[in-house]
């Protein structure tokens, strides 16, 4: 009876050590699962798994993949004009004819560009801050760049800035501060709204959520233009 549960434990033992990923066979292949750890949302495991997978690719299809990488880091861009990233000093959305120079919308990041621009309902161009006010991290107004906003604002005739930023403490101070600075110029200032989601039953919207949305009711007509 000892021996199969002796058995039963080793295996549990060796599979729990096959699971450890301390023990490298290699210094190179350790220092490569290092790197890619690094990555956000990447832990030890999934590491490994990456670098073995790039190890069974052929060399030229490992050294495409690190210089995309080299020259994206070396290569790309900010915007000029908005902070977008970009391939050249002014970028696509700013330089396009068809984009109505006069309102701007603020966002924090690039992914909130890429998240509006795939509505394909906005045809405005953007400001990027790349960070909001966050006292916590210690990040004040004086080191998020406004003056390329209120310099463009005052050049481009500007009539309408949209504050689109997150709905979070640090959001809506930030909306707010914009929204002081900017009050007095001769524009209109706007910010998303907020609601309920579309396909949210009304018993299950919170209380906030579902005071917004009576507060901030828009006519019938415009609820189905999308
Ligand atoms: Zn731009």
């Given amino acids: 009876m000892d021996k199969p549960t002796l058995g039963i434990t080793f295996e549990i033992s060796l599979s729990k050590k096959m699971m450890s990923i301390d023990q490298f066979p290699s210094r190179l292949l350790e220092d490569a699962v290092n790197e890619f750890a690094r990555l956000p949302g990447i832990g030890r495991k999934t590491a490994l798994r990456l670098v073995l997978h790039l190890l069974r690719q052929e060399t030229d299809e490992v050294r495409r993949f690190s210089n995309t990488i080299i020259q994206l880091k070396e290569n ?5 004009s908005c ?3 970009s391939d050249s000093e002014i970028c696509n959305i700013c330089s396009h004819s068809a ?3 006069k309102t701007i919308c603020v966002v924090e990041n690039i992914r909130d560009v890429m998240a509006i621009e795939n509505t394909h309902q906005y045809r405005g161009i953007y400001h990027v801050l790349g960070a909001i ?3 916590m991290d210690g990040i004040g107004p004086e080191d998020l760049k406004f003056d390329i906003l209120e310099n463009k ?3 481009q005739q500007v009539t309408e800035l949209i504050l689109a930023l997150s709905t979070t403490m640090e959001g809506d101070t930030t909306n707010f501060y914009l929204y002081k600075k900017f009050n007095e110029f001769p ?7 907020r609601g309920v989601s579309i396909g949210d039953e009304l018993e299950y919207a919170d209380e906030v959520t579902l005071g917004r949305s009576i507060i901030n009711r828009t006519p019938f007509q415009n609820s189905f233009s999308l």
């Fill in 76 to 80: 790309i861009l900010y915007c000029k």
């Fill in 83 to 85: 902070n977008n990233i």
């Fill in 99 to 101: 984009r109505d120079q």
């Fill in 133 to 135: 006010i966050s006292p």
């Fill in 153 to 155: 604002i005052k050049n």
């Fill in 187 to 193: 524009i209109k200032i706007t910010t998303l709204a």
